[in-house]
């Protein structure tokens, strides 16, 4: 029976992981579910962000499905020592599972395009995936420090790093339009240097038939509203991907529709891309989408299933041609878009 570990979090996490759940079972019933804790919530309970049992069930599982973690700006948990504070439990999940790969993909959904805070002819056109470095840069480098009046922190990548995230991306982009941009700032940064060079290399030993381009990533997040239409497939490091996936996000309506899949040599780890909404948790009005759509990616990336995560997506698009959330413009609750995707299912 395949396993998956299941961490709510915090936040409206619980309120979107109930949702997810929901449709999981309905499509797998099989799936054997396995509840841990994650962030601020695994902090109070045990003094951990990222208690032991919750490794212990990670690293022993098939895949993860996670809601969210973090609290509001003035929460006490960002007042803790670093590695104590709800988002550190996030990067030690994604550090222990290994996963180097986040992938981020933006459709705007046919007759959804009215959804975009884009132009529908604009919009209608959209479908990149972003392939997110997730375990180097700034975020894991150990060169960082606050040192009195100065602080500093360092975003270094070692050739291997770039490879295989970049191996990822070219393999993802000869399943779809065979195009490749590959994002960084190559102008200033010497890290950039590197990282353009050994994609570069990787396309012409091993990926001819890809058609690679180097952007900025200033210039990126300027097309990306302008013309985003024009990218297949974007790769590029851990800040940098950060960034503009919270942008390209909201192409197709709202942050709360965008799932991700975080994929290395283990166990995936799937999560939507948003944080713990603390405006509006609790109120039973977070858009589960996100991670619906991410049950949906964990169906085809680690449990084999592709028909099933197939249902999934169609039923999501029914469904949100008639029930929205308030962050799409519409009334419904969670639940009400849980019950209706089940309900197309
Ligand atoms: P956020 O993504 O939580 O919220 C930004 C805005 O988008 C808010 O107005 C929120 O209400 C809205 N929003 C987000 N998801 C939504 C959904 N599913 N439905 C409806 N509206 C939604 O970003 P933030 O406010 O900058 O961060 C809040 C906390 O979340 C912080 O502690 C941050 O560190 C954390 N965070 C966690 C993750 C994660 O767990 N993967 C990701 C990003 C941020
Ligand atoms: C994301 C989040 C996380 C990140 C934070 C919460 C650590 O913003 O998943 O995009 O920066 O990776
Ligand atoms: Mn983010």
Redesign the pocket.
């Known amino acids: 029976m395949p396993k998956v570990v299941v961490l709510p979090?915090?936040?409206?996490?619980p309120e979107?992981c109930k949702s997810a759940v929901q449709v999981l079972q309905a499509v797998a019933p099989d799936v054997e579910l396995d509840y841990q804790l994650l962030?601020?919530g695994a902090y109070d309970q045990t003094g951990s962000p990222f208690p032991d049992a919750t490794r212990e069930a990670v690293m022993n599982c098939d895949a993860v499905l996670?809601?969210?973690?973090?609290?509001?700006?003035n929460?006490p948990?960002?007042s803790l020592p670093r590695p104590l504070r709800?988002?550190s439990g996030?990067l030690q999940l994604r550090q222990a599972l290994g996963v180097y790969a986040n992938l981020r993909p933006v459709k705007v959904m046919p007759g959804l395009e009215s959804l975009s805070p884009l132009r529908e002819d604009l919009a209608r056109q959209v479908d990149v995936l972003i392939v997110r470095e997730l375990l180097g840069g700034a975020y894991f480098d150990p060169r960082r420090a606050i040192e009195g009046e100065s602080a500093y922190n360092t975003i270094g990548y070692s050739k291997s790093e770039v490879d295989r995230v970049a191996r990822v991306a070219f393999d993802a982009a000869r399943a779809r339009k065979k195009e490749v941009t590959s994002v960084d700032k190559a102008n200033v940064l010497e890290v950039s240097e590197l990282w353009r060079g050994v994609v570069q290399n990787l396309r012409d030993s091993e990926y001819p038939d890809i058609l690679l381009e180097h952007e900025y990533v200033d210039s990126v997040a300027m097309l990306l509203v302008k013309t985003p239409g024009r990218y297949d497939v974007i790769v590029t490091e851990n800040l940098f991907g950060d960034i503009l996936s919270?942008l390209a996000a909201v192409i197709p309506g709202?942050?709360?529709?965008m799932p991700s899949a975080s994929l290395g040599d283990g166990p995936g780890l799937y999560?939507?891309?948003?944080?713990?909404?603390?405006?509006?948790?609790g109120n039973g009005?977070?858009?589960?989408?996100?991670?619906i759509l991410s049950v949906a990616m964990l169906l085809r990336y680690s449990l084999g299933r592709g028909e099933e995560a197939g249902l999934i997506e169609a039923a999501v698009q029914a469904a949100l041609e008639k029930v929205r959330?308030?962050?799409l413009g519409g009334q419904a609750t969670?639940q009400e878009l849980g019950q209706a995707v089940l309900a197309g299912l």
């Open positions: 979090g915090d936040g409206i996490g979107i962030g601020g996670l809601g969210t973690v973090g609290g509001a700006q929460s948990w960002n709800p988002e996030l919270d709202s942050l709360g529709v999560e939507p891309i948003h944080g713990s909404a603390p405006d509006i948790a009005i977070a858009n589960p989408t996100g991670t959330t308030p962050d969670t």
